[in-house]
């Protein structure tokens, strides 16, 4: 008897593009608000040193970090008004980032002007405007008002940071791969969605949970607001009691290959209970999704980066969600209109669960 030939099938290559030196265009949240004095912070982000202070205007400024003198680093320096002391030579730069003082100089350079970056408070955190073609803020892009965290029904931020080392892209991939939330998570789902529109992405579940519904359902709507933060609504249970959450999922790029990640969790007080009650509530929950979280850390230190990957049919949007992320990276005048139409991304879960 005849055989049919078998024509071997090639093995996929894995594709990595070299990452350019650029990064995204938008809002990017420094932590919690208080944490900024007058006391000088230094910030290693976007491949460069800049430094945050508190101004006596009450206002967080955030200047290039090496003052262009002579190259000291600002951070050393010291608070003065609304602007800052270099250590070195003691030029002063002010919060718009143009030299305002050398002692020992009868005039000003003109060159005599650093970057300064537009910053904002909103939900107790600090944010900063990143653009790399140094365009003001996108009115409509501005973080939104969460009104629960200026609620007494509220805990406040529990807030952890950590640093990644890998490209922030991999990060972001989590808002279409719904396929991980078994394996990683324990986490089967039933109802999953992605919404697109303009500068947000949206991912609203349903389903199970070991760490954080115990034998109910989790429920889910997480949106990330341009390309770097992303706020939570989440339903669960802790102890067989329904608990209502916000999350905070933020990250800053330290340069291409890394960036600082902070998460945040803060919890709906249970009427009838004690604040001790509450407070240890909202610990063990802010515990458990910090366990929940961290699982996924720890395939973004061990994984590598895909171009190109292989998906099936039961995949979430992944390269949808890819082709929204990238313009954050484009000029301003090259964003495709294509994002001003809102989309729906539903995965067919006949097709996974029969």
């Known amino acids: 008897m ?30 919690l608000a208080s944490e900024y004095t007058n006391k000088p912070v230094k910030l290693n982000y976007f491949g460069t040193r800049m430094v945050a202070y508190r101004g006596e205007d009450g206002e967080v400024h955030i200047l290039d970090g090496y003052c262009p003198h002579m190259g000291a680093d600002l951070s050393e320096g010291c608070v003065e008004e609304n602007s800052i002391r270099c250590p070195f030579h003691a030029w002063r730069w002010g919060a718009d980032g143009v030299c305002d003082d050398i002692p020992y100089a009868k005039r000003i350079p003109a060159k005599a002007v650093i970057r300064s970056y537009p910053t904002l408070e909103e939900n107790h955190l600090l944010f900063m405007w990143f653009d790399p073609e140094g365009n003001p803020p996108i009115e409509d892009q501005r973080p939104p008002r969460i009104d629960d965290v200026y609620s007494d029904d509220w805990t406040i931020w529990q807030m952890d940071l950590m640093t990644i080392q890998t490209n922030a892209r991999e990060l972001i991939d989590n808002m279409a791969d719904v396929a991980h939330f ?119 230190h061990t994984k590598t980066r895909v171009d190109n990957p292989v998906l099936c ?42």
């Open 182 to 300: 078994g394996p990683i998570h324990g986490a089967p789902i039933k109802q999953f969605k992605n919404i697109v529109y303009k500068h947000a992405y949206r991912q609203e579940l349903t389903g199970g949970s070991e760490l954080l519904a115990e034998d109910g359902e989790l429920s889910s709507e997480a949106t990330y607001y341009g390309p770097a933060y992303m706020n939570t609504f989440m339903t669960g249970q802790v102890d067989g009691m329904d608990v209502a959450s916000r999350l905070l999922v933020t990250h800053v790029p330290i340069d291409t290959h890394s960036f600082d990640l902070r998460f945040g969790v803060a919890v709906k007080k249970i009427a009838g209970m004690s604040d001790e009650q509450n407070e240890e509530m909202a610990r063990q929950y802010t515990q458990q999704n910090r366990e929940a979280f961290f699982q996924d850390v720890h395939i973004w």
């Open 2 to 31: 005849s055989q049919v030939a078998q024509v071997p099938r090639q093995p996929h290559i894995i594709e990595a593009a070299e990452l350019p030196d650029r990064y995204a265009r938008g809002w990017y949240c420094l932590g």
């Open 313 to 354: 049919d039961g995949d979430g949007p992944i390269n949808r969600l890819r082709q929204w992320y990238q313009q954050f990276y484009l000029d301003i005048a090259d964003v495709p209109d294509t994002f001003n139409e809102k989309r729906e991304y539903v995965v067919d879960y006949a097709i996974r669960n029969p």
